[in-house]
């Protein structure tokens, strides 16, 4: 893809914003390693080799006679039996941390939350899961949902703003009012609600938020659809026959991006802290499952193991932070007092 000379002024004065440029690659760097969460820290070796043959327990099940032991069910790879037989007759490539988000440390010698470890470097929590697998698994999981959010509320919002923009008259004057209605419904009632009839999980939880969040960006993509209406260039296309959907997506909606891909960072942000705040309270994901806003509420539950609650303080205020600075990085970039010159 070639880059127009405007694109090419715009990412100089991002690089040129050292701050937003390396925190880009570092939270892409830690997204990428959370990805791969499963090779990181699991409770199960990434490959065995038995017998003169390959297995790869992080993908699939094996019965535990599978490495001659006496039952169908399948393996334990903690259980001292198993490792021994598989020390037998081969060798296992276990991951870096021995523990995925859901398993308990039973030898930890000591009452839960344990301290840090050489077995658990962040401690464990007070079910004796380690931090430091909850916390790379609730990393992935929090990342993937603020993505999903924004993406979703910014395909609609953008859409909203457009048509509510472009058309005016009778159709802005009724989308104003329906935004005012629904910006004041309560939000946090109707989560209390819906986790009282359902049981939360990712996409309710992204459907509700999403219900509330799609307007964050309508505001801007009206004003400029509003401000774009009346160019020569559009009144131009009208009068040529041009389908107002054509205009709307090839003459208006360039516009109206910059403004939405300077505010996405932000919103992204707001999007975890979303899931994070309601994690917190118990709103958000079902019990046991990886997430931020869990390690920060065990962190609250038990001051006597201050690793709990500032593990959970760092890692959100350094994402947050991360976040913010490729937000105004993406804001200078699109800056016009900086890009022209």
């Known amino acids: 893809m070639t880059l127009t000379p405007?694109?090419?002024r715009r990412l100089d004065a991002f690089r040129r914003n050292r701050r937003g440029f390396w925190s880009l690659w570092i939270f892409l760097a830690v997204f990428g390693l959370t990805l791969a969460a499963e090779l990181i820290a699991n409770d199960r070796p990434i490959v065995v080799g038995y017998d003169g043959a390959l297995y790869f327990p992080v993908a699939k099940d094996y019965p535990e006679v599978t490495f001659g032991g006496d039952f169908l069910t399948y393996a334990d790879y903690r259980d001292p039996y198993i490792v021994a037989k598989i020390d037998e007759k081969g060798w296992a490539l276990w991951p870096p941390v021995r523990f995925d988000y859901k398993t308990i440390n039973y030898d930890a010698g000591r009452p839960h939350p344990a301290p840090p470890s050489?077995?658990?470097p962040l401690g464990t929590d007070d079910h004796g899961r380690d931090v430091l697998a909850r916390l790379i698994y609730g990393?992935?999981?929090?990342?993937?949902?603020?993505?999903?959010?924004?993406?979703v509320?910014?395909?609609i919002g953008v859409a909203a703003g457009a048509v509510q923009g472009y058309f005016g008259g009778r159709v802005d004057l009724v989308f104003q009012r329906f935004l005012e209605i629904w910006g004041g419904l309560p939000e946090l009632l109707i989560l209390i609600i819906v986790a009282s009839i359902i049981t939360p999980g990712f996409w309710s939880l992204l459907l509700v938020l999403v219900a509330f969040s799609w307007t964050n960006l309508v505001g801007v993509v009206r004003a400029e659809f509003l401000r774009a209406r009346n160019f020569d260039y559009v009144r131009a296309a009208r009068s040529l026959g041009m389908a107002d959907s054509r205009i709307m997506i090839r003459h208006v909606l360039p516009n109206a991006m910059v403004a939405t891909l300077t505010f996405m960072p932000f919103?992204?942000?707001s999007s975890i802290v979303s899931l994070t705040a309601l994690d917190f309270l118990g709103l958000g994901l079902p019990p046991g499952s990886a997430s931020l806003g869990d390690l920060l509420r065990q962190g609250k539950d038990n001051l006597q193991a201050p690793w709990l609650g500032l593990t959970g303080f760092i890692v959100v205020a350094t994402l947050l932070s991360l976040l913010v600075f490729v937000g105004e990085a993406v804001r200078d970039a699109f800056d016009p007092r900086k890009t022209n010159g």
């Open 139 to 151: 990393l992935r999981l929090s990342i993937a949902f603020g993505l999903a959010l924004t993406l």
């Open 267 to 269: 919103i992204l942000n």
């Open 118 to 120: 050489a077995a658990n």
């Open 153 to 155: 509320s910014t395909v």
């Open 6 to 8: 405007l694109d090419r």
